[in-house]
């Protein structure tokens, strides 16, 4: 089956701009989660989404943002970019959400804010 | 979520058995154990989990001590394609805090 799939793989933007990640679920999964990865901070929950609700948030300010769809297509938003959140950002489906059934991550989106 | 200790970094040759050390000493009763790892380029992957018996699958197995204050990841040998950081990490069956805890994790290098 088709795992998880994060587009795009690679992005470019600049201090200021907006940024908006994809990430499509395993089919059935209605957990999605999403973490930033960083040299120095190493792998950090953002937050997760369970039926398009936002059912647990890490400590991140608030211009890190997501949302799920019906289809548990979720998306994320980065505003007012700074040079901090050039990241790995990944995403990751669950079947239930509970951490007793493993996740699965995508390859990730690769951000570069210059 | 309680902490775990992992070495920063392990080697191991080629076809060999390798045994990737994880301390938890304040887990609770309810905490599952798993483990994930990270190829270069790639997000982390699931390779194994369990409570209080040691579990086996096609990846991997996890011994799991009597007092569970630690635990083992074995792979029982190793190829190239193992050569990533592996992640221990504990979690309960808790609703509404779904999220995992990563650590810094262990990168095992694998001698050809």
């Known amino acids: 089956k088709a795992g998880v799939t994060q587009t795009p793989r690679y992005l470019i933007k600049t201090r200021g701009q907006q940024v908006t990640l994809s990430c499509s679920p395993i089919s059935g999964h209605r957990s999605v989660s999403w973490y930033q990865q960083t040299p120095g901070q190493g792998l950090q929950f953002l937050f997760e989404?369970?039926?398009?609700?936002?059912?647990n948030k890490g400590n991140f300010p608030g211009r890190f943002s997501g949302r799920q769809f019906s289809n548990s297509r979720s998306e994320m938003n980065v505003s007012t970019l700074e040079l901090g959140d050039s990241a790995l950002y990944l995403c990751?489906?669950?079947?239930?959400?509970?951490?007793?059934?493993?996740?699965?991550f995508g390859s990730g989106t690769r951000l570069t804010v210059v | 979520d309680a902490k775990t200790t992992q070495p920063n970094s392990m080697e191991s040759n080629e076809e060999e058995p390798v045994h990737l050390p994880c301390n938890h000493s304040?887990?609770?009763?309810?905490?599952?154990i798993h483990w994930y790892r990270q190829l270069p380029s790639q997000g982390p992957e699931y390779v194994i989990h369990g409570l209080t018996s040691n579990v086996n699958n096609r990846m991997a197995s996890l011994a799991i001590a009597e007092d569970r204050k630690s635990s083992t990841l074995i792979l029982h040998r190793a190829t190239l394609r193992d050569a990533a950081v592996y992640y221990c990490i504990l979690s309960g069956d808790q609703t509404g805090a779904n999220n995992l805890f990563f650590g810094t994790g262990t990168r095992l290098t694998v001698i050809p």
């Open positions: 304040t887990i609770s009763g309810t905490d599952y």
């Open positions: 989404y369970f039926s398009e609700t936002q059912r």
């Open positions: 990751a489906s669950s079947l239930a959400g509970s951490r007793l059934y493993g996740y699965t």
